[in-house]
């Protein structure tokens, strides 16, 4: 079992770390605002990044474990002034594939022993 509880099957090769929005409000993108985050990549993954460097851009891709399934639509941004949209054409973190795209820049390397 992995941290959350799950079979290894579906567990990742690290953690997002960020000091973003409470869950089911969803945390502003680069360009609103958002806070910086990190990864933690597990140890057996480590030699996984050799060749990656400051300044490399990455699509990083994360599971949105506290994301409701049951969502099928909703107001973007929660704001009920715009119109009821489906949730794949929205931003939303409520989905039946809980996945989030997340275009990065590395910024900095730390290797921990």
């Not at 953690?15 to 993108?29: D, K, N, P, V």
């Not at 490399?56 to 599971?63: A, Q, R, S």
């Not at 409520?94 to 022993?113: C, I």
Request: proline share 7%; aromatic share 8%.
């Amino acid at each position: 079992m992995n941290k959350l509880g799950q079979d290894e099957l579906y567990a990742g090769a690290g953690w997002l770390h960020s000091f973003g929005e409470a869950a089911g409000r969803g945390a502003a993108a680069g360009g609103e605002g958002a806070p910086d985050a990190w990864l933690e990549i597990e140890p057996q993954f480590a030699e996984a990044l050799l060749g990656m460097e400051v300044g490399h851009e990455l699509i990083v891709i994360t599971w949105l474990h506290e994301a409701r399934r049951d969502v099928l639509k909703n107001h973007p941004r929660g704001d009920e002034s715009r119109p009821l949209s489906g949730m794949f054409y929205t931003r939303s973190p409520a989905r039946p594939n809980p996945l989030g795209l997340h275009p990065v820049t590395v910024r900095r390397l730390t290797a921990f022993a």
